[in-house]
């Protein structure tokens, strides 16, 4: 059974940083890219960052780039989001993603609040 567990999100002031956590289990973490969304409200799920099976590949969103590090272990079968100099736009639901074999797997979401 595939299950995508995130945390680490809290309520910070801008400017400062968080690191999300999403620990996978129930497959062959090494084997997948792995991704991470973002929701705010009224808004449509967004991805924010994409990481390649060895984590060699990474891609951004561009309103994240240069202040976001998405990274991985696969020895864990954990992938990571740091956040930087964040910003109240970047206030939602962080959620860990994984396809396998055409079907979409997501974690329960961590909040994150960015205080202005």
């Known amino acids: 059974q595939v299950q995508l567990v995130e945390s680490g999100g809290g309520l910070v002031q801008a400017g400062g940083s968080l690191r999300l956590t999403c620990a996978a289990s129930g497959f062959t973490f090494s084997n997948s890219h792995m991704n991470w969304y973002r929701q705010a409200p009224g808004r449509e799920r967004e991805l924010v960052a994409v990481?390649?099976?060895?984590?060699?590949?990474?891609n951004y969103a561009s309103s994240v780039k240069g202040r976001f590090t998405i990274s991985r272990d696969n020895a864990k079968s954990t992938v990571y989001l740091q956040m930087n100099s964040l910003k109240p736009e970047d206030t939602a639901v962080y959620y860990c993603?994984?396809?396998?074999?055409?079907?979409?797997?997501w974690g329960q979401g961590t909040q994150v609040t960015v205080s202005s």
């Open positions: 990481i390649t099976r060895s984590g060699g590949g990474r």
């Open positions: 993603n994984v396809i396998l074999s055409h079907e979409t797997y």
